[in-house]
């Protein structure tokens, strides 16, 4: 099942010399991987906008959108005044069964009432990630957003995601400037440069 397509896009900022890319076609099917790569500022994270339907390309035909998009960036962007589990909630009203179990496969269900604004970096990116999962995506997209973990978390982020991938069949699709980081390191890569 197809959930995005696009044929010949291109995405240009106002003020800006030239596109961000140009004349890109992407089709992207349920289970399938891929990473995004290139320098910093070529256009990745804008790319994994359109995919999410947050923006929309300057140019290009037969885009297709997913219903549901679960994302995670390097910078977590919890709601600081409120608790783990209800910043999890907040997006999952009925999913505190599975927040719970996926707090615990992260080894965090002892900060689920701390605020979101008293968790470290790291912390914080992995109640991100779990809220990206909650939805159950169609998608999901991670933009650097287990870069702030050492090993251990690192691994059980990847596990966790591993497992809800083979429940749900997600498409993934990833940007991390450390190869090593990679969920599905051997998946396909658009080079954006």
């Not at 809800?164 to 390191?185: C, M, T, W």
Request: glycine share 8%.
């Amino acid at each position: 099942m197809i959930l995005f397509s696009a044929d010949s896009i291109s995405l240009r900022y106002p003020g800006r010399p030239g596109p961000l890319f140009r004349d890109l076609s992407l089709t992207l099917r349920r289970g399938e991987s891929l990473r995004l790569t290139g320098p910093s500022g070529a256009g990745k994270t804008s790319l994994m906008r359109v995919i999410a339907g947050l923006q929309r390309p300057s140019a290009g035909r037969g885009l297709i959108l997913p219903r549901r998009v679960g994302m995670a960036f390097a910078e977590p962007r919890l709601l600081p005044h409120l608790s783990v589990l209800e910043n999890l909630l907040f997006i999952a009203p009925k999913a505190r069964h599975q927040a719970d179990a996926m707090l615990a496969a992260l080894e965090m269900q002892a900060l689920q009432g701390a605020r979101a604004a008293s968790l470290s970096k790291g912390q914080a990116q992995r109640v991100a990630l779990i809220r990206a999962l909650l939805i159950r995506p169609e998608i999901l997209l991670l933009d650097e957003a287990l870069g702030g973990l050492d090993r251990p978390a690192w691994t059980r982020a990847r596990d966790l995601i591993c497992q809800q991938r083979a429940q749900d069949g997600f498409a993934l699709v990833e940007i991390s400037h450390d190869p090593a980081r990679l969920i599905v390191p051997e998946a396909p890569a658009i080079c954006l440069t």
